[in-house]
């Protein structure tokens, strides 16, 4: 009789090269996207001598690529922010490396410090800006890499301490429309 605790396997399963996965060169999943993000963080010899803040604009430097794929530095001082967009076609990974940003969405808002990461999939729509007093950078990695970062209308967004239940439509402050 067959089932499944007569499966057995002889000898070495180490030893059967075709059922090993061959080290990758780049990443190709959701968590080694995460995972480069982490490697890149934790090295500050990769990334902290190129920095730079600039009061008029958000500062950024293209990292790396990748087959498919690019990682991002940035840098924010108090104040700037994105305006709410989102990423076209690409999935994202975002890191704080340095102090902290503010992320808004239309179900919430989330403070992220240094160490703080968000995974984002393509059609996520969100803004990002430093609410802090002190400059904070953060990394981006993009797969595939960003083509187009469209603007959305901030009616979209909630106000702060708006939740889900209010009785306003996407924020705008309107009433919402009695069905019966």
């Not at 982490?38 to 990334?47: C, G, L, V």
């Not at 990394?139 to 901030?154: A, D, I, R, S």
């Not at 889900?164 to 924020?171: D, I, N």
Request: charged share 20%; glycine share 10%; proline share 9%.
């Amino acid at each position: 009789m067959n089932s499944d605790n007569d499966l057995q396997i002889a000898g070495d399963i180490l030893e059967v090269p075709h059922l090993l996965q061959a080290p990758r060169e780049h990443p190709a999943t959701v968590a080694e996207f995460v995972g480069l993000a982490r490697d890149i963080a934790a090295d500050r010899s990769q990334w902290a001598h190129l920095v730079q803040y600039d009061a008029t604009t958000r500062w950024y430097h293209r990292l790396r690529t990748g087959p498919g794929y690019e990682v991002w530095l940035l840098s924010w001082v108090p104040g700037q922010g994105t305006g709410l967009h989102g990423h076209g076609p690409s999935s994202g990974v975002l890191t704080v490396l340095r102090g902290t940003l503010t992320e808004r969405t239309e179900r919430a808002t989330r403070v992220l410090g240094a160490g703080g990461q968000r995974v984002f999939a393509p059609g996520y729509a969100h803004e990002v800006a430093n609410d802090a007093l002190e400059p904070a950078v953060s990394l981006h990695v993009y797969y595939p890499g960003l083509t187009e970062m469209p603007m959305l209308p901030q009616s979209r967004l909630r106000p702060a301490g708006e939740s889900p239940a209010s009785p306003h439509c996407e924020g705008r402050g309107e009433p919402r429309p009695v069905t019966a």
